[in-house]
């Protein structure tokens, strides 16, 4: 079985570092249409045309484009991410620490929250058109349709103002006790969760019930099976392929898309340094941030799709 | 006062006795609460400050982008961090005085031209070493050196020379100024060890407190220096931390969840709410900083005064006041100067005029609509304010059209670029460095492009003035020029709006800058 699985995990690996390529290269062209450069923004109001060129100069702002981008890229390609044009430290170090958090309160997020959509969509199927399964579903929809600030600020009225449980700021540094760096991100990973937990928990159960509707499910009832075991044994193996891939694409957004919930809990991850960058025009920080962002999102659906057919015989043994 | 009241404050201050029961106890006196607080702190202060435990502050105004080169120094929390770890070499007091810091004495010659600052014995630097004449020279220096792209550098041209001789330094100026000393009180010259050349960031000076933690954009720390030169007056807390939040909502939060001991700006629309909140005190106070929609003088249809002055009495201050502010301000009269400045005149205030304005916009002959740009970022409220501005013109028959533009870029791309938008200021120490900053024609800064080789002559002889009486006699004709024949339209000035939590204690109003002019973390306390 390994050589068909190990060509397709090659060729997605290829395709995906084409697609890391084209990702920069529109990351690029999205900083240059920007109004305005580095050196407006470091030099701010006190800029006079001067100093404004000696800077440019400087940094190299003179050259053209694509001699900038190619410079860059070598830069990638070597292991170097370069310095920031702002503030003139390594962007590697210090991405490390941010990219390190934001992993953080993805990964605690996901672990209660990939578990507990999945056991919910279970629990929805098997008593599915019941009221267990409308309260469910409604709740689940309800938290995903309120704008992820609103759930944010709801957490910290009642969690950290009034009851004053949980810090409503989850400000992390380096050598918190792990005890104190979990509650700092109870409420984000909480709200984080909610955001995320419907789309999975839906489709789950849309997947299995799908599976549900087949002669073999039929079959399994019959033979005397009880309603958890037939979703366990007959349903849940044939339906996980979708499950996998809604998964994974939360599993990204958790990492990519928490900018709102980062700046709402002032939680030092990528968003936050991300978008502190774009207002500078630091471009090899936005570039940096970009490329790992894109990295992420392909990794994860080059995961899903693999998973996806490994956990599918007709696709694993293609005739 | 009572005995009765006087003694229980006392025992509050003592520790003896806790705040809510002190209230209680003032109300079953017949005490209303205010003043029952008042008392309490009164007592408090005269208690002294205590020493020890940890002040936090929640601010806006960090990015991870910031620097500990101060002079890089350009938002909030590096601004009040820097006050921190820095040293001034003179300070501004909160009555508007000059406060000697690392200059034990500052003197100058006849004609304002030569300045001497004698150094303080004896001030050490975090790294042990002591501060000579040598260090403050070379911070002027390198703040004087373009390649430190210093934020002072504007003013630190008007020196040609700067020399160290044994306790002294001694300046140069190319032109007299009077306001000398109030120029370096300037937030960027903290005084460095060797000015900062060898390491600009290395965050050393001798400020009250040693930074002990600096990850920009998320927080900062320091523990108090035990050899600060003059630990009686500041640095009463072990430890201070600044947490960078820059969301408004979330600053709240932390303030009311007893995470953070203070914040900055505070939204004037949520004021009242966040008043009622139990511990909470609003530290309001009037400040330079102003908000404003800017001409260009030179560009048309803003070439014409009597256009200029339609624009001027088409707007409603009062309702801009009451309605963006909710009435934390004060109104403006089109001159950027107020009671905040030394040597300020009042001027007749000009009010809402729709005839007058009506008459003046006929008599420029303009026809049509006029574009007025306008963004969040401008000042808070900017956007709301430019609506207000086209409804009040419109009553005098002045269309203008509000251009919402986006707040990422607004100040390289509009401000300062587009003939009408809007802005604001935060101001500056003296009325000399105001109008230098933005009203003299070769200021880079002129966003209003008023450039009038009258009033330069006039800035120049006024800076040169050693005369209080002339001098501000001189300020008052300047102020009436600007007011009437300048491009600047000036609804209101903003007042500094920051929060307490419980227990804060030993809060004075500076009306400088924001948070005591950012010392609010070394000059407070935490009550026993």
């Known amino acids: 079985m390994s050589s068909p699985i190990l060509k397709l995990v090659a060729q997605r690996i290829a395709l995906g570092i084409l697609l890391l390529l084209a990702v920069s290269v529109l990351i690029f062209a999205g900083t240059q249409i920007l109004p305005g450069d580095v050196a407006q923004a470091i030099l701010g109001q006190s800029a006079t045309p001067e100093s404004l060129a000696n800077l440019r100069e400087q940094l190299g702002l003179n050259d053209p484009a694509y001699v900038r981008y190619f410079r860059w890229l070598g830069g990638v390609v070597t292991g170097d991410l370069g310095t920031a044009m702002s503030s003139g430290q390594d962007i590697a170090t210090s991405i490390k620490g941010r990219l390190w958090n934001t992993l953080f309160l993805a990964f605690w997020a996901a672990i209660v929250a990939v578990p507990l959509a999945i056991i919910l969509g279970l629990i929805a199927v098997r008593y599915r058109n019941g009221w267990v399964d409308k309260l469910i579903s409604g709740l689940a929809l309800a938290s995903t349709s309120f704008p992820e600030f609103f759930i944010g600020y709801v957490l910290v009225y009642f969690f950290a103002v009034k009851w004053q449980i949980f810090p409503g700021i989850s400000t992390v540094y380096d050598g918190m006790p792990f005890g104190e760096r979990m509650q700092a991100i109870a409420l984000p990973a909480t709200a984080l969760t909610l955001v995320v937990l419907a789309h999975m928990m839906r489709m789950t159960r849309a997947a299995i019930l799908n599976v549900m509707q087949s002669a073999y499910v039929e079959t399994a009832e019959l033979k005397g099976l009880s309603a958890f075991n037939v979703i366990r044994k007959h349903a849940f193996p044939n339906a996980i392929a979708p499950i996998i891939n809604v998964v994974m694409l939360n599993l990204a957004y958790l990492i990519v898309g928490v900018v709102v919930v980062e700046v709402i809990f002032v939680y030092p991850g990528m968003g936050q340094y991300l978008v502190d960058h774009v207002t500078k025009r630091d471009v090899p920080v936005v570039q940096a941030v970009g490329l790992i962002f894109a990295a992420v999102y392909i990794g994860l659906n080059i995961i899903a799709d693999i998973a996806a057919i490994v956990a599918n015989p007709r696709l694993r043994h293609p005739k | ?528």
């Not at chain 2, 007091?93 to 406060?99: A, Q, Y």
């Not at chain 2, 947490?243 to 009311?256: E, F, G, S, Y």
């Not at chain 2, 007749?348 to 304005?357: I, L, V």
């Open chain 2, 1 to 528: 006062m009572s005995n009765e009241l006087e003694f229980l404050s006392r025992r509050v201050a003592a520790g003896k006795l806790s705040r809510r029961d002190f209230l209680g106890r003032a109300a079953a006196l017949g005490v209303t609460a205010p003043f029952a607080n008042s008392l309490l702190s009164s007592a408090a202060r005269a208690a002294g400050p205590v020493k020890g435990g940890t002040l936090k502050a929640g601010l806006v105004g960090g990015e991870s982008t910031n620097s500990l080169d101060p002079a890089l120094f350009m938002t909030q929390v590096p601004f009040a961090f820097g006050k921190m770890w820095g040293e001034m070499i003179v300070e501004l007091s909160p009555e508007g005085k000059l406060e000697n810091r690392i200059a034990e004495e500052i003197g100058s010659s006849d004609d304002a031209k030569v300045w001497t600052l004698k150094i303080r014995d004896g001030v050490e630097f975090h790294n042990g070493k002591t501060v000579t004449a040598e260090d403050v020279a070379a911070t002027l220096e390198r703040h004087s050196d373009e390649k430190s792209k210093s934020g002072a550098l504007g003013y630190m041209k008007g020196i040609a020379t700067i020399k160290a001789s044994g306790k002294e330094v001694v300046l140069t100026l190319k032109e007299p100024n009077a306001d000398l000393p109030y120029l370096l009180s300037d937030y960027h010259l903290i005084v460095q060890p060797n000015g900062g050349k060898d390491k600009a960031d290395a965050g050393i000076s001798a400020g009250p407190y040693k930074v002990t933690t600096n990850e920009p954009g998320v927080r900062h720390g320091g523990e108090r220096f035990a050899n600060y030169w003059q630990g009686d007056k500041m640095g009463h807390a072990d430890r201070i931390e600044i947490i960078v939040i820059n969301d408004a909502t979330a600053r709240t939060a932390a303030l009311q969840g007893g995470q953070v001991n203070m914040i900055n700006r505070v939204e004037p629309k949520i004021v009242d709410l966040i008043k009622r909140v139990p511990g909470v005190t609003i530290r309001n106070h009037a400040g330079p900083g102003h908000y404003v929609f800017i001409m260009h003088c030179n560009t048309a249809p803003f070439d014409n005064n009597d256009l200029r002055m339609a624009l001027k009495l088409a707007i409603d201050r009062e309702e801009m006041l009451n309605k963006v502010l909710r009435g934390y301000g004060s109104l403006g009269n089109d001159f950027p100067i107020n009671a905040a400045y030394p040597l300020f005149t009042e001027i007749e205030q000009r009010k809402y005029d729709p005839d007058k304005a009506k008459f003046h916009y006929k008599k420029s002959g303009h026809d049509g609509s006029i574009l007025l740009r306008t963004s969040d970022v401008a000042f808070p409220g900017a956007v709301d304010a430019a609506q207000l501005f086209q409804q009040s013109a419109a009553k005098a028959g002045i269309t203008l059209e509000v251009k919402r533009e986006p707040g990422d870029g607004y100040w390289s791309e509009v401000w300062n670029k587009q003939p009408f938008c809007a802005s604001y200021w935060g101001g500056r120490s003296t009325q000399d460095q105001m109008y230098s900053t933005a009203y003299l024609s070769t200021a880079d800064w002129n966003d209003t492009r008023f450039k009038r080789p009258d009033f330069d002559k006039m800035v120049l002889a006024a800076r040169a003035e050693l005369d209080e009486a002339k001098r501000k006699a001189m300020y008052h004709d300047m102020a009436v020029m600007v007011r009437d024949e300048g491009g600047l339209i000036l609804p209101m000035f903003n007042q500094f709006i920051d929060a307490t939590g419980a227990k804060v204690d030993g809060w004075v109003d500076d009306p400088h800058q924001e948070l005591m002019n950012g010392y609010a973390l070394a000059k407070c306390w935490l009550q026993a």
